[in-house]
């Protein structure tokens, strides 16, 4: 049974940083792991991808690029999301997400997800 597990949210003033993990079980040859966001009112958006086979080849939105990093360490199955220079409109929801074949990319076509962890940005 695949789990998606989120951890490292948290509140944090504006400027500040904030290191997300998620650690996956059930599977281990993933082809793409994925972080996402949902503020309230708003639709879920994609942040930021990894392939996870060959090449690692990072994707970003643009909101976030500069800002955000996304890496895994494959060993231990977990997937991280660094924030730096956060500001109040990066507070959300944020979900991992996991898949085992198709493209990578930050559409929503991810069949695996995590239950999310809250970032509070304050001004």
């Known amino acids: 049974q695949v789990q998606l597990v989120e951890s490292g949210g948290g509140s944090v003033e504006a400027g500040g940083s904030l290191r997300l993990s998620c650690a996956a079980s059930?599977?281990?040859?993933?082809?793409?792991l994925a972080w996402f966001r949902q503020a309230p009112g708003k639709e879920r958006e994609g942040l930021a991808a990894?392939?996870?086979?060959?090449?690692?080849?990072?994707y970003y939105v643009d909101s976030v690029k500069g800002r955000f990093t996304i890496s895994h360490d494959n060993a231990k199955n977990t997937l991280f999301l660094q924030m730096n220079s956060l500001k109040p409109e990066d507070t959300a929801v944020y979900y991992c997400a996991a898949k085992t074949t198709g493209l990578c990319n930050l559409g929503l076509g991810f069949p695996y997800w995590g239950q999310g962890t809250q970032v509070t940005v304050s001004s």
């Open positions: 059930g599977y281990v040859n993933w082809s793409c």
């Open positions: 990894i392939r996870t086979t060959t090449g690692g080849r990072t």
